[in-house]
């Protein structure tokens, strides 16, 4: 079926277009922005002046929970969330149960999502079988099963042998490995940054160093094997620096940040506020600042919700019990706009960030409203005024720390290969 979007403004980051254009889909695919292509005839067409169409986002690295751990959330709950979002495409990682270390489990995921008809899931595979950190995975089999990539998502590999095998063996299938910085030793039962904010509270306390020994390490193997590598979760000024300085010597390095480190500190623990129990933990004003600052100058090129959706018990927990993590698929592109509205990023920037730079991690034909790839495509009203409130969230996990916050710009339609999935509903 053919559509027409008509009167936005499309900003598509990746081709540098930034103007009022009308953009024409068929069959699933972009046939065109600007005039009607001879021949095409649209059996629907959407009107959305004022507001801005963009390729739809891109999370990086979402939990889904599913298979294993449905009391939590599932494919279908967050799948829903993420076009409620704006979110086209879900890359998710390989912490299930069982773990994505087989093919099989890639098809479970594939099939479960195709059911349900909303956002794409890509899948990570496991880096190691049942992330253990030990055996390396069959990562030409997960690739040949869509495997977009290979992690070992939260679980830290403390041999480091096994860490030069597995990036050599990633490396020759051409795929990406994620990696997550974390010494296992020194964040053992860790709460909180080490700082006078933790300290004062009582709270186990994760050293700077934590992440830059095992960022060290990664990146000098990186060097060593030639494996493209994205690096996970930056929450250190020292970790901002040692990846710049990496790329720096031509390193095929990328790095995100998870958007929650970009507006918190330490200071909002002060409360025992589980909700900010996140890992790595939130650190001082200078982190957040040089997080800031490594965001505004592109060596952190991919934002991401790092979405981890809990049910209530685990974070009602006390503090230093409490799981950690946020569920962030709907305020993604809330967080983001935040950042141009603070003069951090232009809004050609901001969008990159969550559409073109995480697409470029992958290689996904997405990120983009280039003719003839797939019609994911988000519109926003870029001044509409919305509070975060409980019965706003799709997802099956409300554990925000951001509840009650008032945002602007909010998504009011959702394309997913040029079929609506969601359309905003006036009150």
């Given at each position: 079926m053919g559509i027409s979007i008509r009167g936005g403004w499309v900003v598509d980051p990746a081709n540098g277009i930034d103007e009022q254009l009308d953009i024409h889909v068929e069959d699933g695919l972009i046939v065109g922005l600007g005039p009607t292509p001879a021949n095409f005839e649209a059996e629907r067409e959407f009107h959305v002046d004022g507001n801005v169409v963009c390729p739809g986002l891109i999370e990086l690295r979402a939990s889904l929970r599913e298979p294993g751990q449905e009391h939590k959330a599932t494919i279908a709950s967050e799948s829903r969330a993420a076009v409620h979002g704006g979110i086209t495409t879900l890359c998710c990682t390989p912490d299930t149960d069982p773990v994505v270390d087989t093919p099989a489990v890639v098809e479970l995921i594939h099939q479960r999502a195709a059911a349900v008809g909303c956002a794409r899931v890509e899948v990570q595979g496991a880096l190691t079988q049942r992330l253990e950190g030990s055996r390396l995975s069959e990562m030409g089999a997960l690739r040949d099963a869509g495997c977009i990539g290979v992690s070992n998502a939260y679980r830290v590999m403390e041999n480091t042998e096994v860490v030069r095998r597995a990036m050599e063996y990633a490396a020759t299938f051409g795929l990406t490995v994620l990696l997550f910085p974390e010494d296992p030793w020194l964040a053992r039962d860790h709460a909180a940054h080490e700082g006078a904010v933790g300290t004062r509270l009582g709270l186990p306390g994760l050293a700077e160093t934590a992440e830059t020994i095992t960022l060290a390490r990664d990146l000098l193997l990186v060097e060593a094997s030639g494996v493209r590598a994205h690096i996970c979760g930056l929450s250190t000024a020292r970790g901002v620096e040692m990846v710049a300085q990496a790329r720096g010597r031509g390193l095929p390095v990328t790095a995100d940040v998870a958007l929650p480190n970009l507006f918190l500190t330490e200071m909002d623990l002060t409360d025992f506020n589980s909700a900010c129990k996140v890992r790595p933990p939130l650190r001082t004003q200078r982190d957040r600042d040089a997080l800031r600052q490594g965001v505004h100058e592109g060596t952190i090129a991919t934002l991401c919700a790092a979405h981890q959706p809990h049910e209530p018990d685990a974070k009602q927990a006390p503090f230093t019990e409490a799981a950690p993590g946020i569920s962030g698929l709907e305020t993604l592109l809330a967080l983001t706009l935040r950042l141009v509205d603070e003069g951090l990023l232009t809004l050609?920037?901001?969008?990159?960030?969550?559409?073109?730079?995480?697409?470029?991690?992958?290689?996904?034909?997405?990120?983009?409203?280039?003719?003839?790839?797939?019609?994911?495509?988000?519109?926003?009203?870029?001044?509409?005024?919305?509070?975060?409130?409980?019965?706003?969230?799709?997802?099956?996990?409300?554990?925000?720390?951001?509840?009650?916050?008032?945002?602007?710009?909010?998504?009011?339609?959702?394309?997913?290969?040029?079929?609506?999935?969601?359309?905003?509903?006036?009150?």
């Open positions: 050609q920037q901001a969008l990159a960030r969550i559409t073109y730079e995480p697409a470029r991690v992958f290689g996904l034909e997405a990120g983009t409203l280039s003719p003839g790839r797939p019609a994911d495509i988000c519109v926003f009203d870029p001044e509409r005024h919305w509070r975060l409130t409980r019965d706003r969230l799709w997802s099956e996990g409300h554990n925000t720390p951001f509840m009650g916050w008032e945002f602007k710009g909010e998504v009011t339609h959702t394309f997913v290969a040029g079929r609506l999935v969601y359309r905003l509903e006036e009150p």
